[in-house]
């Protein structure tokens, strides 16, 4: 079998210019389309007002229209007594008499301004009493007037070619008296998934699939650009199967498939693609990261590309190649991504001689912004999602510092700014303390990096709470050991930590286990708190166990979920992880020992609003239910009381 190999990458400009110089990126005409239908659309000609906004000279305020020259001295002590025409001016209905010197008449806001006037006097200012109003504070000429034009002015271009209408535009177009509007025709996109392993979501999954993400992923990515994009269905990594969605697929201007790019074996996709069209693929491999197997093509100027299948190389792939065709063809004239500045958190290292792109959550520290890396691999798909944007980094960089200043290219149009930044190790007990203090009003976002990472980044400002699991290996005491000055430790919850195994082996406590040398061990990644509890209690053990002596010592998993789906599917015999773990996989389980889950805060934001509201939550009965309703959560009478700090 012919399988690609990835020799010569291309840069991502030699890509681009390849690309772009082999298909037709422009306009597909226009048509007009009823101003309420125009929200998201993209103007395709200029559109010029056909009157002046506001129509006339009118009234900003409630009050009394005067010459201004006439209240000229006038203050509480020393009011000026002007006479009060009759007339009483409303919006809506044109002024009678012109204003005669030495007079004020009452007018209400938006009611046109009579002759010979030139100045509101709030009615706040104003004093009446038969037929005379005593004006207390003087105007200048034009104050509480909004003159004729001064909005919009007749003949002004209001719209431009390329501007796209958002909900603030429709209303200044109806303030111009538009009803239709000339726009861009939309691009129409086809998208098609293959890999023989895709279900649709909702279909029943078994054997070996994973449900289909790409394709509601660039559906939705397609129209947030503007494009109507339609999904052909999933095909199978079969030459036929691929060749009927893709003859469906040229009846569209833009076609993106997903999967069945790489060099594998079972990859036939851009095999199709290169044969059925014309000139076919242009571009097979890019120095980028993640996303380096990308197929740029073509078919009769037609953009025809095939993203990588894993779903963050599908997306960062589809933002580097694919949009800016798609916006272009939407007669948008540039991709406007909002960036950011911000500090990277943590020293990052970049994949030698690939342009790399890091999706980052961030969030606002001390005085900037701070950029995390999401630490997921390409396959990850929840990565792209919490992700605030991406850093790019160049080709020829190695890595950046710490604190290092970088632009990040935001996903959405802004960062949201939480209301509480937990970042720390991830459990679902602090998950519903989150969500209690979200129907309490509190906006929280998560970024999960573990315990260690959690208290460097309550020590530098960008954490409001961090939840801990640190056990100290040579006290055996949790989480006291590790607060540095300006951190304080709230008073959390324990969680059932024990040995897991599948039914029926008989043992009752670790030294069984470890003395046994074909009970095979799935164990925990060097540094995660059970790992520490765990060499620990072999230390422990009389006869000193030795680590060699235990099968699968080696063989890490890391998280308490991978330990117990390991066991129940036969891969390993016991692992040590939490009860909630063991239950979910049916395993049984015999307790060691709780493990404690605490809340750091740094000292300084103990007092923020929101953090005295999580505390809240921690101490509520609400809370407590919650978690006594998850399986191996205890929680202690001191619950939501600082320990230390
Ligand atoms: P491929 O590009 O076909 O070699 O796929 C690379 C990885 O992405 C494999 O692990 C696939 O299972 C996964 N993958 C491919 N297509 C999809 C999809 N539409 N949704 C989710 N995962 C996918
Ligand atoms: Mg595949």
């Excluded at 001016?89 to 007018?107: K, M």
């Excluded at 996303?291 to 093509?297: A, E, R, S, T």
């Excluded at 930590?497 to 009970?519: E, N, T």
Aim: proline share 3%; charged share 25%.
């Amino acid at each position: 079998m012919r399988q690609k190999e990835f020799h010569d990458l291309l840069c991502v400009d030699e890509a681009k210019e390849k690309f772009y110089s082999n298909i037709f990126r422009g306009t597909l005409g226009t048509e007009r389309v009823d101003v309420i239908d125009g929200l998201g659309r993209v103007i395709s000609s200029d559109i010029m007002a056909r009157i002046d906004v506001p129509p006339f000279a009118r009234s900003q305020r409630d009050g009394y229209a005067v010459a201004a020259s006439d209240t000229f001295g006038a203050d509480e002590e020393m009011p000026v007594k002007l006479k009060l025409s009759g007339e009483n001016i409303q919006a809506g209905s044109e002024a009678e008499n012109a204003l005669e010197s030495g007079c004020a008449v009452r007018i209400a806001t938006g009611a046109p301004m009579p002759r010979g006037a030139n100045a509101v006097v709030m009615v706040e200012y104003c004093n009446e009493c038969t037929g005379i109003v005593e004006v207390q504070s003087c105007v200048h000429p034009n104050e509480n007037v909004m003159h004729t034009g001064e909005d919009v002015m007749q003949g002004e271009v209001v719209f431009r070619r390329g501007a796209r209408i958002s909900s603030c535009d429709l209303g200044v177009l109806a303030a111009i008296g538009v009803t239709e509007i000339e726009v861009f025709s939309r691009p129409r996109v086809a998208v098609i998934s293959t890999g023989n392993e895709l279900a649709e979501p909702g279909d029943e999954l078994f054997g070996a699939k994973i449900y289909d993400v790409n394709s509601r992923m660039i559906v939705g990515a397609c129209r947030e650009c503007g494009a109507i994009a339609s999904f052909l269905g999933i095909s199978k990594d079969d030459e036929k199967d691929i060749e009927k969605l893709l003859s469906r697929a040229l009846e569209y201007d833009v076609i993106i498939i997903s999967g069945g790019t790489s060099a594998g074996a079972g990859d036939v996709c851009y095999r199709v693609v290169d044969e059925m069209l014309s000139p076919g693929i242009l571009v097979h491999g890019v120095a980028v990261k993640p996303g380096k197997p990308v197929v740029l093509g073509a078919h009769n100027k037609k953009p025809v590309v095939v993203l990588p299948g894993f779903p963050t190389s599908c997306i960062v792939m589809f933002n580097l190649f694919v949009k800016p065709v798609i916006l272009s063809m939407c007669g948008v004239k540039e991709d406007v991504s909002a960036r950011i500045k911000a500090k990277c958190a943590v020293r990052y290292c970049s994949s030698q001689g690939k342009h790399e792109f890091v999706l980052s959550n961030v969030v606002k520290g001390d005085g900037s912004y701070f950029a995390y890396p999401v630490p997921k691999t390409s396959g990850a798909v929840t990565g792209f999602s919490s992700a605030d944007g991406y850093i790019e980094i160049a080709q020829d960089v190695e890595y950046i510092e710490k604190d290092e200043d970088v632009d990040v290219v935001l996903l959405s149009d802004d960062v949201t700014v939480p209301d509480v930044v937990f970042i720390g190790s991830q459990c679902m007990g602090a998950d519903a303390g989150l969500s209690i203090l979200s129907k309490r009003g509190y906006l929280s976002r998560v970024i999960n990096v573990g315990s260690t990472g959690g208290i460097g980044a309550c020590l530098r400002g960008e954490a409001d709470v961090s939840g801990v699991h640190l056990i100290d290996a040579k006290s055996g005491v949790y989480n006291v050991g590790f607060m540095d000055e300006g951190l304080m430790l709230v008073r959390g919850y324990r969680r059932r930590q024990g040995i897991m195994f599948r039914r029926g082996c008989g043992y009752k406590s670790l030294g069984d286990f470890v003395s046994d040398d074909k009970m095979r061990l799935i164990n925990r990644n060097g540094g995660s708190g059970t790992r520490v509890l765990f060499d620990m209690l072999l230390d422990e053990l009389k006869d000193g166990c030795r680590r060699e002596k235990i099968a699968g010592y080696d063989v890490e998993a890391k998280s308490h979920n991978a330990v117990a789906c390991a066991v129940a599917s036969k891969k390993a015999d016991w692992g040590i992880g939490i009860y909630s773990a063991a239950k979910m996989y049916g395993l049984e389980f015999i307790d060691i020992r709780d493990e404690e889950y605490d809340f750091c805060v740094p000292a300084g934001r103990f007092q923020k609003k929101s953090v005295q509201e999580f505390v809240s939550v921690l101490k509520s009965g609400e809370f407590k239910k919650r978690v006594l309703a998850m399986d191996g959560f205890v929680v202690p009478e001191d619950i939501g009381d600082v320990v230390c700090g």
